[in-house]
């Protein structure tokens, strides 16, 4: 099956390497991708070419933490249809059962999934359909999404209890940028994001 994201998910993330200083045309141009995809609301982005966007956008700026930024995330996320279903959630719980079931709408590489064990609710996300490495800095980004997500539906400054990251250490820019993003260090080297 051939996986894809929404363009209008790409344009957030788009306009938040703009935002960094990234130069979106050159970008798209190096990655072999219309840029003209961006104002498409019905067009996708192949899994593969997101991953090249981001190993481009983080070479460019030099910043092995982009999108590690709450602000960031908060003001170029794009859930559309999805962000206004959990809206009407009456809970934060069911709310992000509604995005599991329509997650395919904005991204149909990656999973998600809400689980509960003896130590709270863990919110996992992992990406599929890639033949080629997924950036950290892209999962990283997308878990950060998702907590700023969390935090927007229910209009409260959360604090998660725990991170954990597949990456087997921080990004060379070191502890700071988790500690800002997240209130913490994640665990690295853990079996999911």
């Known amino acids: 099956m051939h996986r894809t994201s929404s363009s209008t998910w790409v ?3 788009a306009d938040m390497f703009a935002s960094q200083g990234v130069d979106t045309p050159r970008l798209f ?6 840029v003209g ?3 498409r609301p019905d ?36 859930f559309d249809l999805v962000g206004h279903v959990m809206l009407s959630s009456p809970d934060l719980r ?8 329509y997650l395919a709408l904005i991204s149909d590489c990656t999973t998600f999934a809400l689980d509960h064990d003896a130590r709270g609710y863990w919110i996992s996300i992992a990406h599929i359909g890639a033949t080629r490495p997924i950036p950290r800095q892209r999962v990283e980004y997308a878990l950060l999404t998702l907590f700023t997500l969390c935090c927007w539906l229910t209009r409260w400054e959360l604090r998660p209890l725990a991170v954990e990251l597949t990456t087997p250490q921080p990004a060379a820019t070191g502890e700071a940028p988790y500690h800002v993003a997240f209130g913490m260090l994640p665990r690295f080297g853990q079996a999911a994001n």
């Open 94 to 101: 069911t709310g992000l059962g509604h995005l599991s079931r």
């Open 43 to 78: 067009a996708r982005v192949d899994v593969e070419k997101i991953s090249e966007l981001w190993d481009l956008a983080v070479a460019w700026t030099g910043n092995p933490a982009l999108g590690m930024d709450s602000e960031l995330s908060a003001r170029y996320v794009n």
């Open 29 to 34: 141009r190096a990655a072999r991708l219309d």
């Open 37 to 39: 995809l961006l104002d």
């Open 11 to 13: 344009k957030g993330i």
